[in-house]
Nanobody
Framework: QWQLVESGGGSVQAGGSLRLSCAVSGYIATRNCVGWFRQSPGKEREEVAS????????HYADDVKGRFTIGQNLTGRTVYLQMNSLKPEDTAMYYC??????????????????WGQGTQVTVSS
């Protein structure tokens, strides 16, 4: 079974940076999709960024484009989310997730099969 463990969350001031990491145990096939999502109290979980494994194509939510970068290490087993120019509205619990299967476009949230426990990001003004 796949396990995902996030790390790197914390508290920063607006304008600061954080780098989240997601360690994935289990095989990640080409065209599986790995994504970062976030959820704040009273709001639905939303996609932040996603990446198609082995292909490298990426997708970002409009409000993080130009500020966040998703990537993975050489083995593909660690997926990171570099977050720059953080804003208070970025405050949320951040989750990484894996969508197994062969994806030629970015899957909807309900197609993600495995989820981590989340890491809290708090941005103060």
């Amino acid at each position: 079974q796949w396990q995902l463990v996030e790390s790197g969350g914390g508290s920063v001031q607006a304008g600061g940076s954080l780098r989240l990491s997601c360690a994935v145990s289990g095989y990640i096939a080409t065209r599986n999709c790995v994504g970062w999502f976030r959820q704040s109290p009273g709001k639905e979980r939303e996609e932040v960024a996603s990446l198609v494994n082995g292909i490298g194509t990426t997708h970002y939510a409009d409000d993080v484009k130009g500020r966040f970068t998703i990537g993975q290490n050489l083995t593909g087993r660690t997926v990171y989310l570099q977050m720059n120019s953080l804003k208070p509205e970025d405050t949320a619990m951040y989750y990484c997730a894996l969508a197994r299967g062969s994806w030629y476009s970015f899957p909807p949230l309900d197609k993600y099969n495995s989820w981590g426990q989340g890491t809290q990001v708090t941005v103060s003004s």
